[in-house]
């Protein structure tokens, strides 16, 4: 059974689609600074020599979604105000947020700076959370690629801009959090009060929680939802096999370039200042194409090989030119997927007008868990043979991107 069709959306204006973007660059860059760089730098200033305690931090801090991503997510869709049910809740996270930032900037020692990490993901991440769920609830297909397209642009500069604030920021622990989180702010200020969102006071009441209703918010029904099902489990194998190949980028390049880590550290910023604008090239191209062309199956699908491909290159090459050749290749296929399967996520939205948030939510799971799982069975293919057996694992993760691409094939609703 495919997803039951919902009223037709009228499209947004330019104003929603501006700040909308703009809040999305705000919120990147308030939240992903840290783990680019100022975590670090508390982490050495808190535990010198202890960079594993970062690790420690950014994996705790991911089992944040996986918990409260679609129990959030409900809780915004039963929300009944007259702000409507999304902005409080991205207002909300905002400050928590704002909170967040101060903890791990002030914090004095490893836990404190846990914890703030911890507050950060509940609060940046339900902001942008409920940032997506509104383009769920505003947004018409013929514009939900070109949306993606721009967010998923705007995301991947909010970094680079973070890590050159962080760059003249380095000697101030307060400012080197704050300032990036004031922009957040003030792109998010500015979302809330001049995006309107309709009074949801007058839509029915939903049903009371429950801890058995709780428990259902983490599943769905596979069969009755088929479509969600099979772009589920298409980005869940997608992003297995991105993460299988990002994960020991460093040591990979070490490996096939015949140098010691600390050595590939230019290399490195130089794949990534390309693979940026690779990634920005396949976001908005694959975006805006698909919703002009109505079309959001074949860009994934070549989304998924264009990775796979990129990663063969990378497999069996040795030196920097084939090497720099497949990662701006899987540069241009990932950020075609991310920004079609996007749009495609919230084609197939299931119950859309009350349940929202919290299917978003559930989503998240097909990102966060193999992001979470593939570095622990990484190890499996990388031991196979006498040396690290980096070919192997890099033609793992070609095929699973690959069928990231294929498992969207049998979707029916969306063309």
Do not use: H
């Not at 050495?44 to 994996?59: H, K, V, W």
């Not at 908005?284 to 994934?300: A, H, I, K, Q, T």
């Not at 920097?320 to 079609?340: D, E, N, R």
């Amino acid at each position: 059974m495919s997803t039951p069709a919902t009223p037709t959306l009228p499209k947004v204006g330019s104003r929603y689609i501006g700040l909308m973007v703009l809040a999305q660059f705000g919120v990147f860059l308030a939240f992903i600074t840290p783990v680019g760089i100022t975590l670090s730098i508390r982490v050495s200033e808190l535990a010198p020599g202890r960079e594993e305690y970062l690790g420690y931090i950014t994996g705790v801090g991911g089992l944040v979604p996986l918990v409260a991503g679609p129990l959030l997510g409900a809780l915004s869709d039963r929300n009944r105000t007259r702000f409507g049910r999304r902005r409080p809740f991205i207002f909300g996270g905002m400050l928590l947020g704002v909170v967040s930032l101060l903890v791990m900037a002030l914090a004095p020692n490893i836990p404190v700076l846990g914890l703030g990490w911890v507050l950060a993901q509940f609060g940046w991440g339900q902001a942008f959370g409920n940032l997506l769920t509104s383009q769920a609830d505003r947004l018409p297909e013929e514009q939900r690629g070109k949306v993606a397209g721009l967010g998923g642009f705007a995301t991947l500069v909010a970094p680079v801009v973070g890590v050159v604030m962080a760059g003249g920021l380095a000697g101030d622990a307060l400012l080197l959090f704050l300032v990036p989180g004031a922009v957040g702010v003030v792109t998010i200020v500015l979302f809330v009060w001049l995006v309107d969102e309709a009074d949801s006071r007058d839509l029915s009441a939903a049903e009371p929680l429950t801890p058995s209703s709780l428990l259902a918010m983490y599943t769905w029904p596979v069969r009755k939802y088929r479509d969600f099902s099979l772009n589920w489990a298409g980005r869940f194998a997608f992003y297995f096999g991105l993460t299988l190949n990002t994960t020991f980028t460093a040591f990979f390049f070490a490996s096939r370039l015949g140098v010691k880590v600390e050595e590939v550290a230019g290399t490195l910023a130089a794949v990534a200042g390309l693979g940026v604008l690779a990634t920005a090239a396949g976001a908005m191209g694959g975006g805006f194409l698909s919703d002009r062309l109505r079309r959001r199956r074949v860009f994934v699908l070549a989304a998924g090989a264009v990775y796979a491909l990129g990663t063969v290159i990378m497999a069996v090459s040795s030196s920097v030119p084939p090497l720099f050749t497949g990662s701006i290749i899987c540069s241009v296929g990932l950020g075609m997927f991310s920004a079609v399967d996007q749009a495609l996520a919230l084609d197939v939205l299931p119950e859309r007008e009350t349940n929202a948030g919290r299917y978003l939510g559930v989503f998240g799971f097909a990102t966060s868990i193999p992001q979470s799982a593939a570095p622990f069975i990484a190890p499996v293919f990388l031991t196979v043979g006498a040396e690290k057996n980096y070919t192997l694992l890099y033609l793992v993760a070609a095929a699973c991107t690959l069928l990231g691409g294929l498992v969207i094939l049998p979707i029916k609703s969306v063309r």
